[in-house]
């Protein structure tokens, strides 16, 4: 497909709809950004105006002291026009405040999932089925067959030593929220600690409604001396915990490359997997699919002798 005919150009710093200013997760300051989530690989400080949910404003703001000249914020399933094209969000299932990002233009609808996932997550607004022309789906986990295990089977590996603690890299926005209210749900004898820089982000799932059950910030006596104890900290810092004897380390991810290691295998991912890929791109009904993030091989393959067109955007 010629490039001029694409429904983006990806410039490596973010998305562009052609013949405009708009941009989808610019990863540079600009005029005009419309934001899907607040993780810091789609979201950055410093436009003059900015569109995303009122979840993802709320973590921008506690991410960045000043993070947007005017911000925006629409409800999901709302259309808002952004220099004239109308636009809407509706939730992705990723994380507290995601969106799957859509707008009609030149008589199509086109979706830009952003990151999303269909599991069930209690901690944010659940995924949202919608038909579209053009679909630019992420490929995060494009591998054939690649599965993530249902996170409430996952997580019960925690529950089989009691007379030990764990150390728990996970990422401190999203990740670390969703495994706090699994262990609460399905473990409750456990005992949550987290690390400083995720209680933040705590509170502000709390405050939007999205109740995670009994945390406190991690506390060094208390969790030398019981057990039985989860501390959930940022991966760039389990580095620093070397296997210990009072504890198990483990890292939340649905890559298996950050499972290696580790003292236990924690497969949860805030991503689709193969499976919700191809689920989504069928239930969208779009003949035109573009996929971004992560290998695309396998799912271009995977329709070559279907009526859907797909590539890589
Ligand atoms: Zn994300």
């Not at 405009?20 to 400080?45: C, F, N």
């Amino acid at each position: 497909m010629a490039e001029n005919n694409k429904p983006l150009i990806a410039t490596g710093q973010g998305y562009l709809l052609p013949d405009s200013e708009i941009w989808i997760d610019p990863l540079e300051p600009v005029r005009t950004a419309v934001i899907s989530h607040a993780h810091g690989d789609h979201a950055v400080p410093g436009h003059a105006k900015v569109y995303c949910t009122k979840n993802t404003a709320r973590l921008l703001r506690a991410r960045f002291r000043q993070f947007a000249g005017l911000v925006i914020t629409p409800e999901y399933n709302e259309t808002f026009e952004v220099d004239g094209v109308p636009f809407m969000f509706i939730p992705a299932g990723h994380m507290l405040g995601s969106a799957q990002v859509i707008w009609d233009r030149n008589g199509k609808r086109h979706n830009y999932t952003g990151d999303f996932k269909r599991q069930q997550d209690p901690t944010c607004e659940a995924f949202q089925v919608i038909k579209s022309d053009v679909l630019i789906t992420e490929t995060t986990f494009a591998q054939k067959g690649k599965e993530h295990p249902p996170a409430g089977e996952s997580i019960l590996v925690l529950g089989n030593n009691k007379n030990i603690n764990y150390v728990i890299g996970a990422y401190s926005l999203g990740k670390a929220q969703r495994l706090t209210h699994l262990i609460n749900q399905l473990l409750p004898e456990m005992k949550v600690m987290v690390h400083p820089k995720i209680s933040r982000y705590h509170k502000i799932y709390e405050e939007s409604g999205f109740s995670l059950g009994e945390w406190s910030v991690y506390h060094r006596q208390i969790f030398k001396k019981a057990t039985g104890c989860v501390y959930i900290i940022p991966p760039s810092v389990l580095q620093s915990y070397m296997p210990g004897t009072n504890f198990l380390r483990g890292m939340a991810s649905g890559w298996d490359r950050l499972q290696a290691g580790m003292d236990i295998v924690l497969p949860i991912s805030d991503h689709a997997d193969w499976n919700e890929l191809l689920l989504t791109i069928a239930e969208s009904e779009a003949k035109e699919v573009y996929t971004i993030h992560g290998e695309s091989e396998a799912i271009i393959e995977h329709y070559k002798n279907s009526p859907i067109k797909i590539s890589e955007l």
